[in-house]
């Protein structure tokens, strides 16, 4: 006898209707506006079984009629059905190593609300959560007041989490904050919107690849790698419109792929991880800049003509970072093959510099083999991709199993 | 409006009957042995339905009559059901860079016919096929003079296969067989068992991974890594007791990770992949050995004591493999995160010797971070994982989906 992967649930009655729910409200959300008759085309459910759906649906806030379409039958049109964005809407929150951010976005995905706290989190986590609880707490009330309803909410942390335990879910290491070993219920219980219901929490760049997946680089590419740069580097992959990261949530973590072999000592315990030559403090301390002191006097040293001391520094410090981050790319290309690559955060705003560079060593190392390689783009959502993926995560999950905030 | 991904089909009762034909079969491999009281215990189906499901697996020959259980109602034993190894079969077919192999494998996962042919397939495509034609063909005669019909063949080739079209699959890239965009259907057509159904071909380094999860290290852990090595070296990784293979299935390279920038030229046409110190044939030729004689010479000369000279290349040639081994399999934990790493093919048999370089180096540069390191261990399947790989696939499909080999 072989061991077998357990098998699926077998199907009944009860989880019909339910499962039906979704179906019928993820076609809503794929379509923008649809009919009845066009949700039994499209479904394949019969007629009553889709009014009979639809009026829960509506009943619950989470559908709305909205105009008419021209599906109707013997030319009549239809009434259109719609997401309704006025009631139903999630929470996303974010502790960067440097900022915390928190926003809501409606069922329609769109943002409602969207507040930041700049300054440094390298602190101990109660005085960080006590911060973050009254920045989402304020965003709460803002929410409240344009008629929403929190339902949920997700926070992104930049470290590895074990999530192994529902209820004991901590944070292994984030070492750009100085955290390890943290455990993380008793801070989320005391976070908006206080349901009972435990609050999602995962890496940022995760949850950055999620934001993407929804509102950027999944528009035009169905798989592909976000990398995300702060203080440290981090990296998100999307296969098929759905995020992989790994067997524990560990995947990804690209700025520890060594690309100097022997290298200088990283945060995280290795030696010559891309985050020494290409995680911005590295970046600005090689380029004779203060490593606290943001992006823009390396952006300004840049923009300098040649010869400048300055400005030669700066593109030497550059230089390697690109150099690195060819290397780490090359080896998440083979070993991941995504479609595309998303340069996030701080690296979104090197991509002049960074994407022609990125694209011509990629060419030069994959684009043999592979016939191709993955084009390097930037982020349009810059730096707010993890926060609104966190929101954006509440809202798939009630489109997806709309039950979870229904009646029975 | 936010994109949406495509929703999953609305269920109806047609398909709620070809659904749980594979949840009963499923169980019942999962299980071993069960009688239809307790499937329906384990299912949630009605006793009736069970009855009415099992007798149709009975009549296909997918399930048999096998002894009594302790699970019948009132203390009467009830009559138990396992998997028919007697009737359904699937071929596995590798090419290999210096060998063809052929092997038929019975539902219940049990190798039954294994050949296989020594000799470099550096050769066109035509002649390679004509030859693993008349393998698999007697295969395929020795199988049916044991009572066994096979249902359909998979194939592991080593290299980049292009799996958009389904009539239209392709050789993108096998540097080690000489081949490139080298279209597939037209052989596959004139393997066995010619059913008139397409013939599933993938990696070899994700059919290894497949045989690896069903026989060998998937007992041990649902998330590991198999590195293969032979001429190449591929990887082929399993999630959650499922095989990730990425977005177009060219995951896992392993090969061409970059060990030393900016070093030798690899067959891929890139610089300093981990194959340009750790493929067979490199490491043959950094010891001083003959790049085409095999691996003996070299396990020889490590048997010797050291200050001999062939004796001490061969300790050299293996460190620089290890190192560069160690790279890329820093890379892969921090990118794909696998629970335990095994090493497969040629890999295998250095194992004595690699295994503790790699986990010390391992430990070293991403313990840390992580708290822990996978283990590594080598193959129980050697370098048959991938061609039972094959045939299993065949296997698992009916099993997942038996209607596919039933009457409507």
């Not at 999530?163 to 904050?177: E, G, I, S, W």
Request: charged residues 20%; hydrophobic residues 50%; contains cysteine.
């Amino acid at each position: 006898m072989t061991d077998r992967p357990a098998v699926a649930p077998a199907m009944r009655h009860r989880s019909m209707r339910d499962h039906n729910l979704g179906v019928v409200l993820g076609e809503v959300a794929r379509r923008g506006t649809v009919s009845r008759a066009g949700l039994a085309v499209a479904t394949g459910l019969t007629k009553s079984t889709v009014s009979s759906l639809v009026g829960e649906l509506v009943a619950a806030r989470l559908l709305v009629a909205e105009g008419r379409t021209g599906e109707g039958e013997r030319g009549r049109p239809g009434i259109g059905l719609a997401l309704d964005d006025g009631y139903v809407a999630g929470l996303g929150c974010e502790i960067g190593a440097r900022r915390l951010a928190v926003a809501v976005v409606d069922l329609r995905g769109r943002t409602r609300v969207r507040l930041e706290r700049v300054g440094s989190n390298r602190r101990p986590p109660a005085a960080v959560f006590g911060e973050l609880a009254a920045l989402a707490e304020a965003a709460e009330r803002r929410a409240e007041a344009a008629g929403l309803t929190l339902v949920g909410a997700g926070l992104a942390i930049p470290g590895l989490l074990d999530h192994a335990a529902a209820d004991r879910r901590c944070v292994v290491a984030a070492p750009n904050l100085g955290w390890r070993d943290v455990p993380l219920d008793p801070y989320l219980a005391d976070l908006p919107p206080r349901t009972g219901l435990p609050m999602g929490v995962d890496n940022e760049a995760n949850l950055a690849a999620l934001g993407e997946l929804r509102l950027g680089a999944g528009r035009v590419h169905p798989s592909f790698l976000v990398v995300t740069g702060e203080v440290g580097i981090g990296a998100g992959l999307v296969v098929g419109s759905g995020l992989y990261s790994g067997a524990d949530g560990f995947a990804g973590e690209l700025g520890h792929v060594v690309v100097v072999p022997g290298g200088a000592p990283c945060a995280c315990g290795g030696r010559g991880c891309l985050e020494t030559v290409a995680g911005l403090p590295a970046l600005l301390r090689a380029a004779g800049l203060d490593p606290d002191g943001g992006l823009a006097p390396l952006l300004d040293a840049l923009d300098r003509p040649g010869g400048d001391a300055a400005a030669d520094a700066a593109r030497a410090a550059v230089d390697e970072a690109a150099a690195g981050l060819a290397l780490a790319l090359t080896a998440a290309v083979h070993l991941l093959a995504p479609g595309l690559i998303v340069l996030g955060g701080t690296l979104a705003a090197l991509g002049p510099v960074l994407v022609p560079r990125l694209e011509a060593a990629l060419a030069a190392q994959v684009g043999a083999l592979r016939g191709t390689s993955p084009p390097v783009t930037t982020s349009a959502l810059g730096p707010d991709a993890a926060v609104l993926g966190a929101a954006l995560g509440v809202v798939d999950a009630v489109l997806a199993d709309p039950v979870r905030i229904m009646p029975a």
